[in-house]
């Protein structure tokens, strides 16, 4: 299955209504096997997030949204806000929407089947990130058995520590990690941002590996600009 791709859905994309219609356009379009610009058709697997979701329901709640370098600190009541956002609300609603599409989407989180594992994240000194995890591993049988059957896997962004808790990772590097277990064709990352950006503001069309390293170490690569970067350089290697 070396012709899967895997497709991260991010930012507004979750959020308005316009955008994801049109991102979920183009993913029944490819998997249908339509021409979509000229690539040709083959499996996709759709992995998500769904921050801005989380962090409605934490203020309808009267939770704290706490950030520390880009990571949200997931104490036990966020936790359960993210599983049940992230795996309830988000994933059933992406399938009901490939679904009124045409497709078998396949609504899982990394928890289900031990798709995912991942170790969790240690304290940045004072700072505990509660039940979040880094370097995610995939178990890629799952995904092939449901690709096997004719679904479209819809992931969300969770996982299972080895002592089996669960945690909240970046969708950017479960994507990655799916896409490598897969050796997918491509990984796509559609956000709502115009691109990776240099330091005069310009959109960088192109980049290979080595000026990804480079970039990463300017100023001009911030916010979720960097965990994609970073996920893109996880997956090649």
Not at 73 to 97: F, H
Not at 189 to 199: A, K, M, S
């Amino acid at each position: 299955m070396s012709d899967v791709t895997v497709v991260k859905l991010g930012g507004s994309l979750l959020t308005d209504p316009i955008r994801r219609a049109a991102a979920l356009d183009a993913i029944a379009s490819h998997a249908l096997g339509r021409r979509a610009r000229g690539a040709s058709a083959g499996p996709v697997v759709v992995v998500h997030g769904g921050g801005k979701h989380v962090d409605g329901w934490l203020t309808r709640l009267g939770l704290p949204r706490r950030i520390h370098q880009g990571v949200r600190i997931t104490d036990e009541p966020t936790l359960d806000v993210v599983i049940a956002v992230l795996s309830g609300l988000v994933n059933k609603t992406l399938v009901a929407e490939l679904a009124a599409r045409g497709l078998r989407g396949f609504g899982l989180s990394g928890v289900d089947a031990g798709l995912l594992t991942a170790e969790r994240m240690e304290a940045d000194g004072a700072v505990d990130f509660g039940r979040v995890g880094r370097a995610a591993r995939c178990d890629p049988g799952p995904v092939r058995t449901l690709l096997r059957a004719g679904h479209l896997p819809v992931i969300a962004s969770l996982a299972l520590s080895p002592a089996g808790e669960i945690l909240n990772v970046n969708a950017d590097a479960i994507a990655s990690a799916i896409a490598s277990a897969l050796a997918a064709r491509r990984l796509v990352f559609l956000t709502d941002v115009e691109g990776l950006l240099d330091r005069s503001g310009r959109r960088v069309a192109r980049l290979n590996a080595a000026g990804a390293r480079v970039m990463l170490g300017t100023p001009a690569v911030t916010g979720g600009m960097r965990p994609k970067l970073n996920a893109c350089l996880q997956a090649l290697a």
